[in-house]
């Protein structure tokens, strides 16, 4: 059974940080890319960050480069979303995405920026 379960969302003042994570299980993780994808309330859901499967490569969205880095651990199955400078539009539900033959989303995590 294909599981991703992200962790890690909440809520956090402007400029704060936030790290979250994505467990895999259920398929060979080591030969998927995976990436985050969030999605703001009333708005399309848009990719934020991705990353091959060895982790030799990383590429972001406009918005979050400089602040947001997406890693992998292939021993632990699980990907990272390490979220810096948050900004209120950031607030969004943030979805881990797993890409290969065929592609899996999680059930996603709720970041919420505000003071």
């Known amino acids: 059974q294909v599981q991703l379960v992200e962790s890690g969302g909440g809520l956090v003042q402007p400029g704060g940080s936030l790290r979250l994570s994505c467990a895999a299980s259920?398929?060979?993780?080591?030969?998927?890319?995976m990436s985050w994808y969030r999605q703001a309330p009333g708005k399309q859901r848009e990719l934020v960050a991705i990353?091959?499967?060895?982790?030799?490569?990383?590429d972001y969205a406009d918005s979050v480069k400089g602040r947001f880095t997406i890693s992998r651990d292939n021993a632990k199955n699980t990907v990272y979303l390490q979220m810096n400078s948050l900004k209120p539009e950031d607030t969004a539900v943030y979805y881990c995405?797993?890409?290969?033959?065929?592609?899996?989303w999680g059930q996603g995590t709720q970041v919420t920026v505000s003071s």
């Open positions: 259920g398929f060979t993780f080591s030969n998927y890319a």
């Open positions: 995405y797993a890409a290969w033959v065929y592609g899996y």
């Open positions: 990353i091959t499967s060895t982790g030799g490569s990383t």
